[in-house]
């Protein structure tokens, strides 16, 4: 069963860092793409930033620039989203989401699975 997993979201004070994480079971991750998205109460859910399997040029939300950080480790079929500086406009529920590919891609439509989603809650 191809499945996606997102954890090591939280509870976080402003400032504050987290480090999300990705893990494909099912199949490998090597040839696809990984984005990471977001959905905050009320809003769509929008693009953070997005790899392909080899890495390079890297994409990222304006709103995220400078701030978080995506990298993948394909020997453990997992990809991550390092966050720091964190703001009470990051809270959101995160998802990672997968497509087979050669670029980083920033829009959900592009996208085939997508996992369950973890809280992130920036407050103090």
């Known amino acids: 069963q191809l499945q996606l997993v997102e954890s090591g979201g939280g509870l976080v004070r402003p400032g504050g860092s987290l480090r999300l994480a990705c893990v494909a079971s099912g199949f490998a991750l090597d040839d696809y793409v990984i984005g990471w998205f977001r959905q905050a109460p009320g809003k769509e859910r929008e693009a953070v930033s997005s790899i392909s399997p080899g890495g390079g040029d890297i994409p990222y939300a304006e709103s995220v620039k400078g701030r978080f950080t995506i990298s993948r480790d394909n020997a453990k079929n997992t990809v991550y989203l390092e966050m720091k500086s964190l703001k009470s406009e990051d809270t959101a529920v995160y998802y990672c989401?997968?497509?087979?590919?050669?670029?980083?891609?920033?829009?959900?439509?592009?996208?085939?699975?997508w996992g369950q989603g973890t809280q992130v809650t920036v407050s103090s």
């Open positions: 989401a997968d497509v087979r590919g050669n670029l980083p891609l920033m829009h959900m439509s592009w996208y085939d699975y």
